[in-house]
């Protein structure tokens, strides 16, 4: 089974979640546009709060009623991608640079699912670059000060920003992403505290106690992991 395979059992798998009645946080990234389609396909009465502006055309372009968060009643279920799970799903995202609006969508909801091809889950977070969201205004001194924050917790890694055809990669919020190839992150809560407490970044990739499940595509079928 190859790895879009195996998105696309864990977004369809996802989608029987849903319940007639409920508000969706739709996720961002290739998985959770497959979680979208199965959903789409299965015509509910549904609200859905979307983390991007792309998931949100997606929704509409499918039929889809999307609002903007605080517009609905609480949000039910979350369903979400992934670009590393690690132990007790603790995740690191942000691959598709819509961590802020997916964060603030995963902590406004009552039930946060995971999706993911098997090549998601990890040992020990941190091969996958960290991406940190950072104000656009002095991001410069901003990044030295993100460096000071990863030197204290011994990770001695220079975060690059984000460029995509050579231009940087600006986030649906208007700010920029800096993405710190930290190899290992032993102790990620200590490096989340660190990271908010530095001025000028609004958020990182870090999502820690947020998820209650993953389903993850293997050949051997979607399997169901808890924290
Ligand atoms: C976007 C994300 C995505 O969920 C993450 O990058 C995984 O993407 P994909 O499903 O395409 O592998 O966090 O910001």
Redesign the pocket.
């Known amino acids: 089974m190859s790895a879009e395979d195996q ?1 696309q059992a864990a977004g369809e798998a996802a989608a029987q979640l849903v319940r007639p009645g409920m508000v969706v946080g739709l ?6 546009a497959w979680f979208v389609k199965a959903l789409a396909a299965r015509k509910l009465d549904i609200m859905a709060v979307a983390t991007s502006q792309a998931t949100a055309d997606l929704a509409k372009s499918l039929g889809i009623q999307v609002k903007d968060l605080g517009d609905t009643p609480a949000i039910d279920l979350t369903v ?4 590393e799970i690690g132990p007790a799903l603790s995740l690191i ?7 802020l609006r ?1 964060k603030l969508v995963w902590e406004a909801s009552r039930r946060c699912v995971v999706i ?1 091809d098997s090549a998601k889950r990890v040992a020990q977070l941190g091969k996958f670059p960290l991406p940190i969201e950072v104000i656009a205004f002095g991001h410069q001194s901003t990044m030295a000060r993100i460096c000071d924050a990863l030197s204290e917790c011994d990770l001695g890694v220079a975060p690059r920003l984000r460029i995509r055809d050579g231009k940087p990669v600006v986030t649906d919020g208007g700010n920029l992403i800096y993405d710190a190839a930290c190899g290992r992150i032993p102790e990620p809560a200590i490096l989340a505290a660190a990271l908010k407490s530095v001025t000028g970044v609004v958020d990182h990739g870090l999502f820690l106690d947020l998820a209650d499940l993953a389903l993850i595509g293997t050949d051997q079928g979607v399997i169901e992991v808890e924290p």
Do not use: I, N, Y
């Not at 996720?27 to 959770?32: L, N, R, V």
């Not at 979400?80 to 670009?83: F, N, Q, R, V, W």
């Not at 995202?93 to 961590?99: T, Y």
């Open positions: 998105k996720g961002t990234g290739s998985t959770a979400d991608g992934a670009d995202k942000g691959g598709g640079a819509a961590l997916e993911a």
